[in-house]
C-alpha cells in the first residue's frame, strides 16, 4: 500500500487505526471497572461470586459491537469464570438467572461514568469530583 499511495499516508493510516483500536480498548476495559454501582470491598469482606457479578460491568452494545469486541460486553461472566471462551459468554449469560440479576450498561449510559474518580466508602459507590465539591458547600 505505501509503494500506491507513498510511506507517509501509509504510515498516517496505519497510526490512526492503531488510535483508534487502542481508544476502544482502553475505553472498555475503563467502563468494564469504573460505573457508579461497582462493587469494592477490602479484606475479610471481599467475596469472588460479588467482585464478579457486580465489580465488573454487563456492557449491553449494539451486536456489530458486541462482535467487533468479542463479546466482552458480557465481563461479569468472564470475571466468574475466566475459562469460558468469548464466543460462548452471551449464550453462558442467557443460560443462567443468575446474570439476569446484573443491571446492563449501554453506551448511553456507560458516558456518565466518565465523570467517576472517588470511591464514596458510605455509600459505597464511585462519584465524581462534583460530588466532593457539593459535600464542602454543605459543610
Known sequence: MSRIF???PY???QATAIAVAASAGVWLFYIQHQ???AYWERGEGWDYTEAALKGSSFYQL???LQWFSGNIGFHHVHHLSP???NYNLEACHRSDPLFHE???MT???SMRSFTLRL???SNKKLVGFKHLRDLRKRR
Do not use: A, H, K, N
Open 6 to 8: 507513498g510511506w507517509l
Open 11 to 13: 504510515v498516517i493510516l
Open 35 to 37: 460505573f457508579e454501582d
Open 62 to 64: 449494539p451486536r456489530i
Open 83 to 85: 475459562r469460558i471462551p
Open 102 to 104: 446484573v443491571t446492563p
Open 107 to 109: 453506551l448511553l449510559s
Open 119 to 121: 470511591w464514596d466508602e
